[in-house]
């Protein structure tokens, strides 16, 4: 009795997750980045045209805090799974929520993916009053390619650009902290080779593929992170987790990192499996630490 009372809570989490998407805000038509055409765009049909779209809290729940959520796939597509579902969970939390849908490869590679990005951070700054939203509290969140594409935005982000005809290019693209869920961050030795290969091409040079291993641009700047894996995950090495965060560690930079024993590639908010599901609570947590969430009310408070 004593060790299935123990074990509770794990076979509650996926419950918990259903019962916070049952929650759900409201999603508003997609935003187009550029409205005059993305940098680089090769057409106009859809997937030349990166999107945000917004999940809202209830106004009675709304922290003012917002999370551009990059779902992954390998820069060849977006997995549904880490698009909608995790809006609507960051909802639950009040948290306003924004998907990005960034161009893709083959057609797309590098900068497009990360120029996207950077937009999607300032559109949401300049835009904030638009939804209730505080400027600076402001953060991305990725799943596998996706984590590559927060990363970054995190390691590659700028202030603004203040002479800028664009209000929106004024704004800041540096993310306030970034969510990195068995993310792809290096494009070398560990990497996971199709993210590679469609984000930099067949043949990269040495350059591209440094300054692309995100584990090699942390500064003191890079925002606070918090990141999951699987030490059995067969298509993104954990190492990849483990290079960002010693990169974190060696920065300065606040870091929390759950690393699970067993679980696979994609899980997105673990609902199959009662011990992945737990990282969604984990995440929360840290999220209130940050200010993104508000505080739990501890009983007994007036």
């Not at 005809?165 to 800041?172: G, L, M, T, V, Y």
């Not at 091409?201 to 291993?213: C, F, H, K």
Request: proline share 9%; charged share 20%; glycine share 8%.
């Amino acid at each position: 009795m004593r060790r299935t009372w123990n074990y509770l809570p794990l076979y509650l989490s996926p419950i918990i997750v259903l019962f916070a998407l049952s929650i759900k805000g409201t999603a508003k038509e997609p935003i187009v980045l550029w409205p005059d055409g993305a940098p680089g765009a090769l057409g106009k049909d859809p997937v030349d045209i990166p999107t945000l779209t917004a999940y809202l809290p209830a106004k009675e729940k709304m922290t003012g805090a917002a999370i551009i959520v990059c779902p992954g796939g390998g820069y060849t597509h977006l997995a549904e799974h880490e698009g909608r579902p995790v809006a609507e969970w960051l909802n639950s939390l009040g948290v306003t929520a924004f998907v990005l849908k960034y161009r893709l490869g083959p057609r797309y590679h590098h900068p497009a993916p990360m120029q996207d990005a950077l937009r999607a951070m300032r559109l949401v700054r300049a835009r904030a009053a638009e939804w209730g939203l505080d400027p600076k509290r402001v953060g991305i969140l990725g799943f596998s390619a996706g984590g590559h594409v927060a990363s970054t935005a995190g390691t590659h982000f700028d202030l603004g650009k203040s002479d800028a005809k664009d209000a929106i290019e004024r704004a800041s693209s540096r993310p306030d902290l970034m969510i990195l869920i068995y993310p792809v961050i290096t494009m070398k030795e560990k990497t996971h080779a199709g993210s590679k290969k469609n984000l930099l091409g067949p043949e990269p040079s040495p350059e591209l593929v440094t300054l692309l291993s995100n584990e090699e641009q942390v500064t003191k700047d890079t925002p606070p992170t918090f990141l999951v894996h699987t030490s059995t995950d067969t298509a993104v090495p954990v190492e990849n987790s483990l290079l960002f965060v010693t990169a974190l560690r060696r920065a300065g930079v606040p870091v929390e990192f759950h690393l699970y024993e067993r679980g696979p590639h994609g899980f997105g908010l673990g609902l199959k499996d009662p011990i992945l599901a737990t990282w969604p609570a984990r995440c929360a947590d840290w999220l209130r630490v940050h200010g993104f969430v508000a505080s739990a009310r501890v009983v007994g408070d007036s």
